[in-house]
């Protein structure tokens, strides 16, 4: 309540209708695969073009070094291809795979700086860094207060901790700041001769000593310009490296006296008159396929941040159909759909291991999973290769994703992803008849198919569920949306009072919401009543419930289902009928 201490007309503002709720995203993928680079641990990264994906994740993966776990980049360019717009990435590597760096018992830098490539890879091999001398700040002396104490004309930018130099005629003596405030510097060495110019134009100038690293992996290029290795200065490497998308940088002369000496030349070696000094990176490995195992798709959390395969996917809340294309291990497929299922708010698209071509053997796999939350598609998709400059053979799931992607956008959620052209595929592993499809489609394997003049089409719709109320895709996904947009939408009821005020509300909220999803097409009924119904209020909560905190609303929903089989009965029309 507002205290109203002095006479006056008082203006106060406040909510009484329903508040617009936004519908929540259904076409953001979520993929899992083995990359050239990448980071392998914390979040998955948000990639909204195949250019967007090769840079961050590198090219194609060879067939001969990986084999079926080479089909992410595949999977991804597969996905926009068949309009999918935006996709989480996560990457994963073999045990064996090594990060590039610069150890080596020939460089002095390895003593003294510890870089490396930001994630393992043989790419990593590829990076050359250069560095230059630099320096942050400079002055002139204007008077000496003792052997070591100086007034300066500008103490700015001189930390304690920074090595100087001072320059007169051509000479360089160098020194460590070891106090700087109020344009008086001390240094932890005296300097020799006259020190003080207190001309316009000085010839004699004390200068911070600091080094530029150049960093180049490809076409990309990072600059981070005057840097030290000065631990408390806000300028120290590691600190500012930390941002590289390229390399990482550990300072191993923390804790120790280097002396007064310039660090380029304790980094190369060499007098900072030598101008440049470069470093090349070796031993990144992508590691071998024989390590390779389901637990790196599986990924372990080790907290925010530190999370790795299926599990990074924890710290992102807005992927809403995953995939981890060419790996068919029922172990990872599993986890992948205990995942979404304990989540509830994504979708799964499996794929079916190649060589099971057969019914009996797709069978086999089949019979593995019983989840509303997932899908599966067969066969491979025979589509051209940029890496080897011939046709192969990719998982679905990639091309499969991107079609509920598209459809979504063209038709929205209620629509079934399915009578859709797969873009970018020009032939199938195998063809599947209308026989074998009367086998598969009933049991959950949703085949793709080419028909004579009108393209291979996906054509199928439905999950892996055992349940009948949950046998199409389309009915899951648009509960999926159902649920995390009012989710999302009514956060605003947390703390609110409990009350019929409140009640009302909520009631105006999602009414609004579902009779806007009605009119979309993606309930069925000729009016708002016959497509939902809302109850809230003492119907659905005891006198407990309020006390306990607890706003119950039951809403029920008609969902629309795909016409899956089409019949026309016909039959002959007599003269005197």
């Keep these: ?55 961050l994740f590198g090219s194609y993966l060879s067939e001969n070094e990986f084999g079926e776990y080479r089909f992410l980049s595949y999977a991804v360019e597969h996905f926009f291809l068949n309009g999918g717009a935006r996709c989480y990435v996560m990457r994963v590597a073999p045990t064996d795979a090594k990060v590039a760096t610069n150890k080596s018992d020939s460089n002095k830098e390895s003593a003294i700086l510890s870089i490396a490539s930001k994630n393992p890879g043989t790419w990593g091999n590829q990076v050359r860094i250069v560095v230059v001398p630099a320096s942050k700040a400079k002055t002139q002396i204007y008077e000496v207060l003792s052997e ?24 360089k003596q160098y020194s460590k700041v070891v106090a700087s405030q109020d344009n008086i510097i001390e240094l932890a060495e005296e300097l020799e001769g006259d020190v003080v110019d207190a001309g316009l134009l000085p010839s004699k100038v004390l200068t911070t000593c600091e080094f530029t690293l150049h960093v180049f992996y490809g076409d990309e290029a990072e600059t981070y310009e005057r840097v030290s290795l000065n631990i408390s200065a806000a300028n120290h490497v590691e600190k500012i490296v930390s941002r590289s998308n390229i390399i990482t940088v550990k300072d191993l002369t923390v804790g120790a006296d280097l002396g007064s000496i310039a660090p380029f030349e304790v980094l190369s ?35 925010p941040g530190k999370r790795t395969g299926i599990q990074s996917f924890i710290d992102n809340d807005v992927v809403s159909i995953m995939a981890i294309p060419g790996v068919t291990e029922p172990t990872v497929q599993l986890s992948l759909v205990a995942h979404c299922e304990n989540l509830g708010s994504r979708f799964a698209v499996l794929d079916i291991p190649r060589e099971k071509t057969k019914v009996a053997d797709v069978m086999t796999h089949r019979n593995i999973f019983d989840s509303s939350y997932a899908a599966m598609y067969n066969p491979w998709l025979q589509v051209f290769d940029p890496l080897d400059k011939r046709n192969i053979y990719i998982p679905p799931s990639g091309s499969v994703i991107g079609i509920y992607a598209r459809s979504d956008q063209s038709r929205g ?13 020009v032939g199938l592993d195998c063809q599947y008849n209308k026989g074998e499809q009367d086998i598969l489609n009933p049991q959950g394997v949703n085949l ?58 909520v009631q105006r909220t999602i009414d609004a919401f579902l009779t806007r999803v009605w009119r979309d097409g993606a ?30 609303c039951v809403i029920g929903v008609s969902p629309v289902k795909p016409a899956e089989f089409v019949i026309f009965r016909i039959t002959q029309k007599t003269r005197e009928e």
């Design 448 to 505: 793709i198919r080419a028909f004579a003049g009108q393209g291979i089409r996906v054509w199928g719709a439905r999950t892996t569920s055992s349940n009948g109320l949950w046998k199409y895709v389309n009915v899951r996904r648009l509960f999926i949306f159902l649920e995390e947009s009012i989710k999302n939408g009514t956060n605003w009821v947390v703390f609110e009072p409990n009350d019929e005020q409140l009640w009302a509300r």
């Design 1 to 55: 309540m507002a205290d109203y201490l002095s006479p006056g007309v008082y203006v106060e503002e406040f909510d009484s209708g329903a508040q617009p709720l936004e519908g929540a995203s259904t076409s953001t993928a979520g993929f899992i695969g083995l990359a050239q680079r990448g980071e392998i641990e914390g979040v998955p990264q948000l990639v909204t073009s195949v250019a967007d994906f090769h840079r």
């Design 269 to 303: 070696g060499e007098n900072e008159s030598a101008g440049k000094f470069q470093i090349a990176l070796s031993g990144g490995s992508n590691g071998s396929i024989g390590n390779v195992t389901p637990d790196i798709f599986m990924g372990v959390d080790r907290g």
């Design 413 to 425: 959620v209620q629509k079934a992803p399915a009578n859709e052209v797969v873009r970018g595929a």
């Design 148 to 171: 070591t104490q100086f007034r300066v004309k500008n103490n700015a930018g001189f930390n304690v901790g920074d090595i100087v130099a001072f320059e007169a005629a051509g000479q």
């Design 523 to 552: 309930l069925m009924g000729g009016s708002p009543s016959e497509a939902f119904y809302i109850n809230i209020g003492r119907s659905t909560m005891t006198q407990d419930d309020i006390d306990n905190g607890r706003l119950i």
